[in-house]
Structures are given as structure tokens and as C-alpha cells.
């Protein structure tokens, strides 16, 4: 039987109940376990694997509609994707409006082992893909809807032009997260997600994972990922493992809400003076809305909008109650983010990332508007 998005976030990865036993079990915290004759025939050490990641990869495999390893970041994750992948004289394309830490690690360390890092920016790559800009490429990255400015990309039409010349292709997925958004049924071979931010959602962990497809490849792939994560020592502890598994249990009910709030603010951003460039996937309107409307499975809870300048930024936070200061996204807590401060974006000073979180729609809406008013 196939079962419902709110369901599968609750039961992935529970083994069939025994009576007397919790209904999640506590992590297991060992480091080494006892061995036997055959020391590789159950768990021997706490690095390569532990029984505690094991039910959290199970349940967002099933998620991602692939097998899943866990990383203990989000960028030990896109860091896994890209070291298993390319060797020295590789070509590999990113995003150029995509998270900046994954652009740092193409100019800073990729460049550095000889791999040939190309930017594009993502609402080009389709485009780039069909005309063959993109042939020699060893891995291509595409990060959709894109950080910060929610850009979205054809998944499906670079996958074809992938699977031509035998480029892999890799989707970050965090901001659509797994039930937003299925990037290896439209035929990437490895979907990423950090998921500190919306798959856990509260703010409290960091964790990171790549689920490989179900085919000869993506299992090849899957090999080289594991002997990625047992050498580097990446991998998640029991705790932090534990915590996200039942912390994605309420996946399915945040992002109903933030989606919701995400369609308000939007069109309370899109009317009134003191914010432009209003960005929403799910708004009629928006330069994405048709390829999201057709690629995604639902919408997410983060909206873009530029303010005046940074004072007006500041001021906005100043005059609300319920919108933070803070960075990430996708937690319960609804937050503000003027993305210039970190200095890895192309965007103006007044740029922000609104991140929507749990709390009543109308108190936030009514919380934003005075807020706004505030700056005119």
C-alpha cells in the first residue's frame, strides 16, 4: 500500500511494534560494539554506520525515492556529492546564484585539486543544457528552487541532456525539500538536502544527506558516497541522527502551514511600497511559477523581496515582534535574513529572505504589515 505524504514522515524507518517497546526508540550511543567471529557481520564501529542513522536514512530513502546517507552537515553533503564524483581535469557546473559556501567550495578547493569549476546561473542551465553548452561535463549541480532568490530550474530537461553524455547530474533540494519536490524521479541521480533547515525544522541540529537513485549507477554511486564518508569521518552521531528522525515526523504539517504563509506574505510584499522584487514560486506572476507549477509537488515557505537598503532592514526587525533576525531557513520560528551581510551574494543591501515559520498566519501577516507600514 502506498502511503500519504503525512504519513510517511510519521512511520519511516519503524520497525513492526513489539509490545512492551517505545514507539521510538532511544539512540544507540556506542562508539565501538562487541565483536564477533566475522567482525563485519553486524555493527563493529560507530564511523562507517550505527543502528540509530540507519532507521533516519531508511525514512528519507523512502522520502527521496532512493537510498539515503546521512552527512553531519548540509555541506559535508554537497562536499560528499562533489568529492566522490570529479577527480583532477573534471568539469563540473554549479549555480552561480546558489548557496555561496557550495560556490566557495568550487573556487576554493575543487579549483585547487584541478577540477574546472563553470558558473551559470540557474535559470540559464536549462537552456545552456539543450544547446550542449554542458557536454564534457563530469557533474553538473543544479539547486532549485535557488538560494537566495528562488530561482527554479527545469530538472527533467538537464537530466535528458545528462544522461546523453553521461554527466552526472545532482540536485540540491533543500529548500523544496522531499515532499516539495522529487529530483531523482525526474532523473538526477543524486538528490541533496541540508537538513538543518526544513526537513528537521527546529532549529536545533545540523545534518545533511545525498539519497542516490535506484539504478546501476546511482548503486555505483552510493559505494563511492560510503567510502567518502568512512574516510573523511562525516557522518552524523547518534544523537543528532535520533533527533532528526522524530524532529521530520511534523515535515508534512510545517510546510502545509509555512506554504500558507508564504502565499500571504508574498502578496502582502508584491503590494505594498516599501518592498520589490517580490519572489514566490507559487505565485502567479513570478518568473518560476510555470516550471514550479509543473515540477513541484508543493510549495515551499521562503519568500525574497528587496527593502530600501539595510537601515530599512534593520528598522523592519526593529518594528516586529514576530519576525527574527537570524540565518537558514525553513525552522518553525518565522525569520528575517538580509542576505549582503555574509558577502557571498550578487543581491542589493536590502535584499531579504523571509523564511516562514509555524505561528498563526494572520499574526504574522498583521505583525509584517505593521512592520512595513512602519518604513513608509
Known amino acids: ?53 540507519r532507521v533516519f536514512e531508511e525514512a528519507v530513502g523512502d522520502l527521496d525515492g532512493g537510498d539515503c546517507l546521512a552527512f553531519a552537515t548540509g555541506m559535508a553533503a554537497i562536499s560528499a556529492a562533489m568529492f566522490a564524483v570529479l577527480r583532477a581535469g573534471d568539469r563540473v557546473v554549479i549555480p552561480s546564484d546558489g548557496y555561496y559556501q557550495t560556490r566557495a567550495l568550487g573556487d576554493g578547493e575543487l579549483a585547487r585539486f584541478g577540477v574546472v569549476v563553470e558558473q551559470v546561473p540557474t535559470l540559464e542551465i536549462a537552456d ?8 564534457g561535463a563530469a ?9 537566495p532568490e528562488l530561482d527554479v530550474c527545469d530538472i527533467a530537461a538537464v537530466a535528458a ?30 538528490t541533496i538536502g541540508a537538513d538543518t533547515k526544513a526537513l528537521t525544522g527546529h532549529s536545533d541540529l545540523l545534518m545533511g544527506h545525498v539519497s542516490t537513485a535506484r539504478t546501476d ?33 511534523t515535515l508534512d504539517l510545517r510546510l502545509t502551514r509555512q506554504a500558507t504563509t508564504a502565499a ?16 514566490w514560486p507559487g505565485r502567479p506572476g513570478d518568473p518560476s511559477h510555470e516550471i514550479a507549477a509543473r515540477q513541484m509537488l508543493r510549495m515551499n515557505g521562503v519568500v525574497s523581496a528587496t527593502l530600501a537598503d539595510e537601515a530599512a532592514v534593520h528598522a523592519l526587525v526593529r518594528h516586529s515582534r514576530l519576525w527574527l533576525a537570524a540565518t537558514s531557513f525553513g525552522g518553525v520560528h518565522s525569520t528575517v535574513d538580509r542576505r549582503a551581510q555574509w558577502g557571498g551574494d550578487a543581491v542589493a543591501d536590502g535584499f531579504v529572505r523571509f523564511s516562514c515559520g509555524i505561528e498563526d498566519t494572520a499574526d504574522l501577516v498583521a505583525d509584517l504589515t505593521t512592520a512595513l507600514d512602519a518604513l513608509v
Open 1 to 53: 500500500m502506498s502511503w500519504s505524504d503525512g504519513t510517511r514522515v510519521v512511520r519511516g524507518g519503524d520497525e513492526p511494534p513489539i509490545p512492551g517497546t517505545p514507539l521510538r526508540p532511544s539512540p544507540v550511543f556506542a562508539a565501538p560494539y562487541h565483536l564477533g567471529e566475522d567482525p563485519y557481520a553486524a555493527d563493529f564501529y560507530a564511523r562507517p554506520g550505527h543502528p540509530t542513522l
Open 217 to 249: 549507477r546511482g548503486r555505483e554511486l552510493q559505494t563511492r558516497l560510503k567510502a567518502w564518508r568512512d574516510r573523511t569521518g562525516n557522518g552524523p552521531g547518534a544523537f543528532d541522527a535520533w533527533l532528526a528522525h522524530r524532529s521530520m515526523s
Open 128 to 135: 545552456a543544457a539543450a544547446r550542449g553548452d554542458l557536454d
Open 264 to 279: 500571504a506574505v508574498a502578496e502582502l510584499l508584491a503590494d505594498h511600497p516599501a518592498a520589490t522584487g517580490v519572489r
Open 139 to 147: 557533474l553538473v549541480l543544479l539547486e532549485t528552487p535557488s538560494n
Open 161 to 190: 541532456a545528462t544522461r546523453a553524455t553521461g554527466a552526472v547530474l545532482a540536485v540540491d533540494n533543500t529548500t523544496a525539500t522531499p515532499l516539495g519536490q522529487r529530483p531523482l524521479a525526474l532523473g538526477a541521480d543524486l
